[in-house]
């Protein structure tokens, strides 16, 4: 009898897949013609027919290796959407809902250096809220299976978004207004980024902290 996974593996080929998913293939596709050749044999083929015949299942392996890596790869983009984009959309229309409705309900911000460009403003009831809101997105990430880098990147996907469109502002802020010194600038440029950046950011990793820590004590438990 054959060694079958050494016969999938040279005729399969590289996969283009991480190494432990292309085990898994060769191990699977190994047990299956073993199984098949077994009961072959079992049915009173002689072991060199059952062979041969389980060897001419397979059919073209260039096909069947297409078939295998298109399959996987819309098994891990499937996987991606539910591990990243679903709960990081999720956080993301949450965080700036609640905000438009705080702003709409008349909440005002704490504002500290108010009408210098360092001014720093603090909405109290929406920072509060955030780190549940990150503890959500991370609950739905970690529920889908994500890694420790997906779970915060979806819990985090608000002031991701917001940070790259700050991102592409440098450049017109820097050229428009020549008038005000650069220092005034950037001055402004990194109370902006502390607003809507480093504060949210924080609140939403600090519920990433604690959904970890609530998912460690049930599992303790």
């Not at 191990?27 to 199984?35: I, K």
């Not at 549940?132 to 915060?152: D, E, K, M, P, T």
Request: include cysteine; glycine fraction near 6%.
């Amino acid at each position: 009898m054959p060694d079958w996974r050494t016969y999938v593996r040279a005729n399969l080929g590289s996969l283009s897949l991480r190494r432990a998913e292309e085990q898994q293939v060769v191990c699977e596709l190994a047990e299956h013609l073993e199984e098949h050749c077994l009961m072959l044999c079992a049915n009173g083929s002689p072991e060199e027919v059952a062979i041969a015949k389980t060897c001419a299942q397979a059919g073209d392996w260039e096909e069947l290796r297409r078939g295998i890596v298109s399959a996987k790869q819309e098994g891990n983009m499937q996987e991606r959407v539910k591990q990243i984009w679903i709960p990081g959309l999720a956080t993301l229309f949450s965080s700036y809902i609640l905000l438009a409705v705080l702003q709409w309900a008349g909440t005002r911000p704490w504002i500290s250096h108010p009408g210098e460009p360092r001014q720093i403003f603090f909405y109290t009831p929406w920072l509060m809220a955030l780190p549940f809101i990150g503890a959500a997105g991370a609950y739905l990430s970690r529920r889908a299976n994500g890694a420790r880098w997906q779970v915060y990147f979806a819990a985090s996907l608000p002031v991701l978004a917001l940070g790259a469109f700050f991102l592409l502002l440098i450049p017109l802020m820097f050229v428009t207004d020549r008038q005000v010194p650069l220092s005034v600038k950037g001055t402004a440029f990194l109370a902006l980024m502390a607003n809507w950046i480093i504060l949210p950011g924080a609140a939403l990793c600090i519920g990433v902290a604690l959904q970890r820590l609530l998912n460690r004590k049930t599992i303790v438990n």
